[in-house]
């Protein structure tokens, strides 16, 4: 399991207090006018974006490719990654969990299929679930365009372009006060446990056997929040 994105404010627009030079090399600064006004030595795959006005502070993205390259280059953990950003971060307003299997038996498609025959635990009511070709790979996705959780199974060998190699991701994108949620809780409980349990409170599918398998750990009773409309669609 890994964290895959996430975006966090910080109460300055001086960039020298986002922590950043604790990572390392190579990304752009971009201002809110949408222009690259100067480089730093930041991983690609990291964004800053400054407010013109120096109250409302700056936006600090990372993506997936500056994560796994920081974790690759310095050797820390997700939670050593975190605990850097609790130091500066004000607000969390989004976090991806990724969980990956190489198991070659697995079959996205039985989850549409489950889907289908009512045998999806999971309070969305409406959710939107799209069958899909991605790079050439089958993607299902549970989730609103418009909702602060997406779920999405898919096969990320394809997506890399690894034609003789079984890699099959879980992912769930979490935003605004949920993700701020989550970034609260891993202060205290292991990430890896946060993102399984996550995972099956939003959609769980108990009859397929590698799904339940991925996700297996133990329980979390989080807050309750405040939920939009689009969040059961």
Not at 7 to 24: A, I, L, Q
């Amino acid at each position: 399991m890994h964290i895959d994105y996430i975006t966090y404010s910080v109460k300055t627009t001086n960039v020298d207090d986002c922590h950043m030079e604790y990572f390392g090399q190579a990304a752009k600064e971009k201002d809110v006018r949408g222009f690259y006004d100067r480089e730093r030595s930041y991983y690609t795959g990291v964004r800053i974006r400054r407010s013109e006005n120096e109250y409302q502070g700056s936006v600090v993205n990372m993506g997936g490719y500056a994560l796994g390259r920081i974790r690759e280059d310095t050797g820390i953990t997700d939670s050593e990654i975190l605990e850097s950003i609790r130091e500066v971060a004000h607000n969390v307003t989004r976090i991806d969990y990724a969980i990956d299997s190489d198991n070659p038996k697995i079959k996205i498609k039985s989850l549409a299929s489950a889907w289908k025959r009512g045998k999806a635990k999971t309070r969305v009511r409406n959710a939107i679930v799209t069958d899909e070709l991605r790079y050439g790979g089958y993607t299902f996705r549970v989730g609103a365009d418009t909702s602060d959780t997406w779920l999405r199974v898919y096969d990320k060998a394809k997506e890399m372009g690894l034609l003789n190699q079984a890699l099959i991701r879980v992912e769930i994108e979490q935003r605004g006060k949920l993700a701020n949620h989550m970034f609260e809780l891993s202060e205290h409980t292991p990430i890896d446990q946060i993102a399984r349990a996550r995972i099956r409170e939003y959609c769980m599918f108990p009859t397929i056997k590698w799904f339940r398998d991925m996700l297996d750990g133990d329980d979390i009773e989080f807050k309750p929040l405040g939920r939009k409309k689009t969040d059961f669609e």
